[in-house]
């Protein structure tokens, strides 16, 4: 058989991206959904995604998707999982790679997002999602967690000064469970990668809680392993 017939042979397959965009607010980790623009399932609420370009790598692919809808580049993405079912997207054979997407609420465009008719929802309560969905955003939820669990997460999704206990909430907000306030500060501190400011936000109490900052990653070298023995 010629190389060539080998491939003119070989089935042909959509492949795709699907990225779960999480960010933080208001002490909830909350998940980026927009109504599908196309058929099958057209209007109903899903991730936001779509095909591969024939000159993207998945990740550049993801990078479009999460610029055109977001306006944001350069944020923290990770692969999740491949959806490879055949009969998992009634449109035709799509095979999807999901990604998962930290970005900073504050700096997102919001006029693009609503031209989307995008919405923000509670990870602990959004609404039923077309095909798949669902369990792509358990799978990328887990995903995030295990990093969590093992290296401080936070650059991505606070502001660049906050309080150890606005820090604490967005674990909490991350593991859907509170976590010993004591305990996390000593682990927390000890991987050295947070520079205790001169100053405090007095928002939270009297006394005030001193602000922190991330220490640049090159500054601050290989960063520690967290460890939060937390059980996912």
Known sequence: MSSQKYYVDAPKNYVAVDCVIFGYEDYELKLLLHPRPVEPEKGKWALMGGFCGVDESLEQAAERVLEINTGLADIFLDQVHAFSLPQRDSGGRVI?????????????????????????????????????????????????????????????????????????RLYEAIFQQELDPGNFRKKV????????????????????????????????????????????
């Open 189 to 232: 501190l000890s991987l050295k990668v947070l520079e205790r400011l001169n100053k405090k936000n007095t928002t939270e109490s009297k006394k005030g809680a001193y602000l922190y900052k991330f220490i640049p990653k090159a500054a601050a070298g290989t960063e520690r392993i967290l460890n939060m023995g937390i059980t996912i």
């Open 96 to 168: 999807s790679m999901v990604f998962y997407a930290l970005i900073p609420l504050f700096q997102q465009d919001v006029e693009r997002v609503n031209a989307k008719g995008a919405k923000w929802f509670p990870i602990s309560n959004f609404p039923s999602l077309v095909f798949d969905h669902s369990q792509m955003v358990e799978n990328a939820l887990k995903k995030l967690q295990m990093r969590a669990s093992y290296h401080l997460v936070g650059r991505e999704l606070l502001p660049d000064q906050f309080t150890l206990m606005q820090l604490r």
